[in-house]
């Protein structure tokens, strides 16, 4: 974020095991995080806003991580954001490891509604994430990734220590 935005609210939705430790990350951050679990708000980490449905993070947050088990909930989880009334959700980041068929579908059906997609399948698992660790491996538009990269590329505000990443193109 750069100096005169707003501060950006973080949806999260997927708050297992690698969720639960990407949120802590989000919160260490200093990040406003609203998030949602299938299981219930126990799940909800302290510090964030418990969302009591997919429709609620898309109506609180500017930007939604997906944390799921498969494309077919990446997909499900997309349809409620985009059917939201009141949505303000404009950039989904999922982290979900759910094949490029499934990526390719979620995106197109966020891209219908006006909201930009980046695919982030991470490597390291929950140990990487809670050590800040993890290999994010990203693509979408230069827009949507510039938009959701952690923070800005100064020199004097690296990205956070442990974010190895690489840029793939927009899959066509």
């Known amino acids: 974020m750069t100096a005169g935005e707003a501060p950006v609210t973080v949806g999260f939705v997927g708050l297992g095991n690698m969720g639960g430790a ?3 990350n989000v919160l260490g951050a200093g990040l406003d995080l609203v998030a949602h679990d299938a299981a219930g708000p126990r799940r909800t980490p302290p510090g964030a ?4 449905d997919v429709a609620h ?3 609180r947050a500017d930007v ?3 944390s799921l088990p498969d494309g077919t909930a990446s997909e499900a989880v997309a349809r409620e954001i985009v059917a939201a009334p009141g949505r303000r959700t404009t950039h989904v980041v999922d982290t979900s490891t759910i094949g490029v068929s499934a990526a390719r579908s ?5 891209a219908a509604s006006g909201v930009a997609h980046v695919d982030a399948p991470v490597s390291g ?4 994430a809670r050590a800040r660790t993890l290999a994010v491996m990203y693509a979408g538009s230069d827009e ?5 990269e952690p923070g800005p590329r100064r ?14 193109s927009p899959r066509p």
């Open 49 to 52: 806003v418990h969302a009591a």
């Open 125 to 128: 698992g929950v140990a990487g």
């Open 22 to 24: 990407l949120t802590a």
């Open 155 to 168: 020199p004097e505000r690296p990205p956070p220590p442990g974010w190895a990443t690489a840029r793939g």
């Open 57 to 59: 993070v898309a109506r």
């Open 144 to 148: 949507a990734c510039a938009r959701v």
């Open 106 to 110: 979620v995106a197109a059906l966020l």
């Open 64 to 66: 939604v991580v997906l």
